[in-house]
């Protein structure tokens, strides 16, 4: 009995002796922690009371806490509520003190980077467009550097056929215009070419429209020729094409030439040589010119005469002038190895001229250097198409 006794009492557990965990209060973290619609809730029933007419000091309401026991969870409503009823102050003066103390001391890591962060946004925009702006300026300056340096480009010379020019002068006649009448306007337009030397100009002749608002129309070869070589044969006249070029070469003087393409060259050879008649009277005075003067002097030989009284005597006679006769028809000869048919003034100069430069290119000019700069800028010519609109 005895022995039963003692291993109940052994089998016993004094609950006086056993040592029960010991509750600590929540921390500040667990209370960072809490839910934030929870510290919500509890903050409006944390509305103070007003105790009786006299005490301004409030209460904070106390939550009903279901197991006595237990202590409430700490909260920041709960600190805020024991400095209310310790030291009675109200939520007014802790919410202006909590701004007081923000507004003095530095805030953490995490409130400047959300404060700065519009800021900072803004700047770097403003700083974007500022850089924007001065590369636009710079790109602009060196536009402007580029243009102001580069050469002038020359006049705009247009669409020419065979050869490459230098400037173009419209020559605008009516419709009707006879012989008299656009030799003059040709001969104008010829003398009022102002071009650098040795530089070429093309004179584009072109009708006027009849009616208002019509656009003016290329006179062609067959129209040009006719009008002022009236007695020019026909079959020559057929066998032109209707792109011609006529010019303006800058060589001591305004030298004219006219460059234009044949169909069959056995017919057009035939028509020139039928031409050459009339030629120069038909194309003068758009294709006059007159060479510097070149005067050939020759000494004479000492005539020697013998008397019987004296010893062999001289005299000489003044120099004189060797002036070739006057030579006014077409004569061959070779021009800048070409076989051409030229005439000549007093002292041999060629002041006309004209000649095929291959099988289909005629020529007619003044000069032998009008000649060399038509054969240069042909044969470094680009190929046109030579066909016109009628």
């Known amino acids: 009995m005895d022995q039963n006794q003692d291993q109940n009492s052994k089998n016993s557990l004094d609950l006086g002796n056993i040592l029960l965990p010991k509750k600590d209060a929540p921390s500040v973290d667990s209370a960072r922690r809490a839910d934030a619609g929870t510290l919500m809730q509890q903050e409006q029933a944390a509305t103070l009371k007003p105790q009786a007419s006299g005490d301004s000091v409030s209460r904070p309401f106390v939550p009903h806490t ?6 409430p969870l700490q909260t920041f ?16 003066s802790i919410a202006a003190a909590e701004a007081n103390r923000r507004g003095t001391q530095p805030v953490s890591q995490d409130e400047q980077i959300t404060n700065t962060q519009a800021p900072r946004t803004l700047r770097n925009i403003t700083f974007a467009l500022i850089g924007l702006l001065f590369v636009a300026g710079a ?3 060196l536009g402007y550097i580029v243009i102001s340096t580069s050469p002038l480009p020359q006049q705009q010379a247009g669409v020419a056929p065979f050869i490459a020019i230098d400037s173009t002068n419209k020559v605008s006649v009516p419709q009707d215009i006879q012989t008299a009448g656009l030799m003059q306007r040709l001969v104008a337009a010829k003398n009022s070419v102002s071009i650098s030397l040795g530089l070429v ?9 009849t009616t208002t608002g019509a656009t003016p129309t290329y006179m062609n070869a067959q129209t040009l020729l006719t009008t002022l070589a009236p007695s020019l044969p ?24 006219l460059l234009m393409n044949v169909d069959s060259y056995t017919q057009a ?6 031409w050459e008649t009339t030629m120069k009277k038909d194309l003068s005075p758009l294709f006059s010119y007159t060479p510097a003067p070149k005067i050939v002097v020759q000494q004479t030989p000492v005539a020697t005469t013998t008397t019987a009284s004296s010893t062999v005597s001289s005299t000489t006679t003044n120099p004189t002038p060797n002036i070739p006769t006057l030579q006014t028809g077409f004569t061959d000869a070779i021009v800048e190895n070409h076989d051409a048919r030229v005439t000549k003034d007093q002292s041999g100069t060629i002041n006309f001229l004209w000649t095929f430069l ?7 000019t003044t000069n032998p250097d009008t000649l060399h700069e038509i054969i240069t800028r042909l044969q470094q010519a680009p190929i046109l198409n030579q066909t016109t609109t009628q």
Do not use: C
């Open 269 to 274: 050879y035939a028509g020139m040589l039928a």
């Open 139 to 141: 790109v602009g300056a």
């Open 77 to 92: 409503q709960g600190d805020i509520a024991s400095a209310i009823g310790n030291k009675g102050v109200s939520v007014v």
């Open 66 to 71: 279901p197991h006595g026991d237990v202590a």
């Open 358 to 364: 291959d099988r289909q290119t005629l020529v007619i």
């Open 201 to 209: 100009a093309q004179l584009y002749i072109e009708q006027q429209a």
């Open 234 to 257: 026909q079959t020559f006249v057929r066998n032109l094409a209707p792109v011609y070029l006529l010019g303006v070469h800058s060589f001591g003087v305004n030298q004219p030439f």
